[in-house]
């Protein structure tokens, strides 16, 4: 496992922007896989956006969020545009091992709110 600290969630209005950025540490944290997740009020845990060396998106993110990384800063950005009130969530970043399709470090959260 590696060890997941989010930071950059807050307050924005509805066509705002936000970053979020999830700093790693452990060892080999450049092998892992990265990704966002979210969790809305009474919902449950969803997938965002991952790095598998090539990103992927859930359809309600494509086009408006981007994922990317700096290995020197072992650091994962989630860059949020033109967000939407129903964005409004914890944010999770999460780890996994290269090749197994798991997730199994996770970070503790970051809330997103996004007024309408």
């Known amino acids: 496992q590696v060890q997941l600290v989010e930071s950059g969630g807050g307050l924005v209005q509805a066509g705002g922007s936000l970053r979020l950025s999830c700093a790693g540490s452990?060892?080999?944290?450049?092998?892992?896989?990265v990704g966002w997740f979210r969790q809305a009020p009474g919902k449950e845990r969803e997938f965002v956006a991952a790095d598998y060396g090539r990103s992927r998106y859930a359809d309600a993110v494509k086009d408006r969020f981007t994922i990317s990384r700096n290995y020197a800063k072992n650091t994962v950005f989630l860059q949020m545009n033109n967000l939407k009130p129903e964005d409004t969530a914890v944010y999770y970043c999460a780890a996994g091992p290269s090749g197994t399709r798991s997730w199994n470090s996770w970070g503790q959260g970051t809330q997103v709110t996004v007024s309408s």
């Open positions: 452990g060892p080999n944290f450049s092998t892992y896989v």
